[in-house]
Nanobody, 124 residues
Framework: QVQLVESGGGLVQAGGSLRLSCAASGRTFTNYGMGWFRQAPGKERTFVATITGSGVSTAYAGSVKGRFTISRDNAKNTVYLQMNSLKPEDTAVYYC?????????????????WGQGTQVTVSS
């Protein structure tokens, strides 16, 4: 059984930073692409960032490009999301997900397992 557990969320002032972690188990980690998505109250879950199984390639939503960085440590079966220059509009529940192939994925339908989410709140 695949399990994903996010951590690192919290309350931060605008302009601050947070680092989210997602620990994975139950799957050969290096074989699968990973992604981060977020969902604000009353809105759909949207793509934030994705990384290939090897960690060589990444992709970002336009709204976070240049501020967020996705990375992974395959020895620790963990993917990270470093979030800098946070804005109030970044407030959401952040979810990590794993997909069936090693490649990048930018839509929710491309992922088959999800974590429970971690709340990020950015105050103005």
């Amino acid at each position: 059984q695949v399990q994903l557990v996010e951590s690192g969320g919290g309350l931060v002032q605008a302009g601050g930073s947070l680092r989210l972690s997602c620990a994975a188990s139950g799957r050969t980690f290096t074989n699968y692409g990973m992604g981060w998505f977020r969902q604000a109250p009353g809105k759909e879950r949207t793509f934030v960032a994705t990384i290939t199984g090897s960690g060589v390639s990444t992709a970002y939503a336009g709204s976070v490009k240049g501020r967020f960085t996705i990375s992974r440590d395959n020895a620790k079966n963990t993917v990270y999301l470093q979030m800098n220059s946070l804005k109030p509009e970044d407030t959401a529940v952040y979810y990590c997900a794993t997909r069936r192939t090693t490649t990048l994925g930018t839509t929710t339908s491309q992922y088959d397992y999800w974590g429970q989410g971690t709340q990020v709140t950015v105050s103005s």
